[in-house]
Structure formats: C-alpha cells, structure tokens
C-alpha cells in the first residue's frame, strides 16, 4: 500500500510539471500580443484532486479533475468584473490549496503605467463552487509597482500572500 501511495504521488508530480511547462505561454509586450493567452497554475488538494487556475477573457476562472487532469469540471469565475489581468511569466495567477480544503487564488491586475498592478486574493471555502469577493491583499493603492506575487498555505491552514512592492 504505502508503495502504491509513493506511486500515486510520483505520478501527480509529473502531471502538475506536465501542466506548467507545456501549456501554450503568450508572451505580450509594448502592447501587442502574440497569441492567445494561456497561462495555468495548479495544485492537487488533500483528496488527490486536480485545481487548476487560469485567465480566460479578463476573469479568472477555476476548474478541478478527479481524473489526473484527463476531465474538468465546469470552469467557475472568481473574479466578477473584467479586468486586464498580468498573465506572461511570474504574472500568471497563482493558486494554493488547503489543509482544510479551502482554495485560495491570486492574481496580478495590470494597471495603466508600464510594470504596475494590485494583487488580488480571493477564496472558496466550499471546494470551488463559490469564491468569496475578491480583495487587494496591499493597503497602498498607488499605481506603483505591486507585482509578482507568491502564495503558500502552511499545515496549520495559515496563509502566506508575498509580492514585490515598489
């Protein structure tokens, strides 16, 4: 059993690796683009789940597979209103899970001046069916640069929101 467990978990890190280097990356600049975007991250929850978090057309959506990412559920927007949304390489949205099975996103929301953006945090504490109202994690609403954001969950469900404020 316990070489079965090891195998289990072998096998969800070389899909989640799968997932995060070949997916499509746009990479845009100066104002133009270079295709569609599609930038993805993803985590797996206590249960083996697949979550997976994206932009789609200026929202963030959410979707899970408990089939090692073969089948996703509908896709779920966690972000009401559109957004210009930072999504080329540490811009992309982020997504952690936690102990208790509260999903936890957060992304980068462009902003007007060249390398500006508020980071975004928001939560499902019903396994993604519904994502509380997302909020700006900073206090600063300056149109500085309020990038690059990280997220991590510790064991004891602590939540732990890092970026670049400069």
Not at 33 to 62: C, K, N, Y
């Amino acid at each position: 059993m316990r070489k079965l467990n090891l195998i289990i978990k072998l096998i969800k890190k070389i899909i989640f690796l799968l997932l995060i280097f070949f997916c499509e990356v746009s990479i845009s600049h100066e104002g133009h683009s270079h295709g569609p975007s599609v930038v993805t991250s993803a985590s797996f929850d206590h249960l083996g789940t697949l979550w997976r978090v994206r932009e789609q057309q200026g929202f963030i959506i959410v979707d899970s597979s408990n089939d090692q990412g073969l089948n996703f559920s509908k896709s779920i927007n966690v972000n009401t209103e559109l957004q210009k949304i930072g999504t080329s390489g540490d811009a992309r949205p982020k997504i952690a899970i936690g102990p208790e099975g509260n999903i936890y996103v957060t992304w980068t929301q462009a902003l007007s001046k060249p390398y500006t953006g508020y980071i975004w945090f928001a939560r499902s504490k019903d396994r993604g069916k519904t994502f509380e109202l997302p909020q700006i994690v900073h206090q600063d609403k300056s149109e500085i640069t309020h990038r690059f954001d990280a997220i991590n969950v510790n064991k004891d469900g602590r939540i732990f929101v890092a970026w670049v404020d400069k």
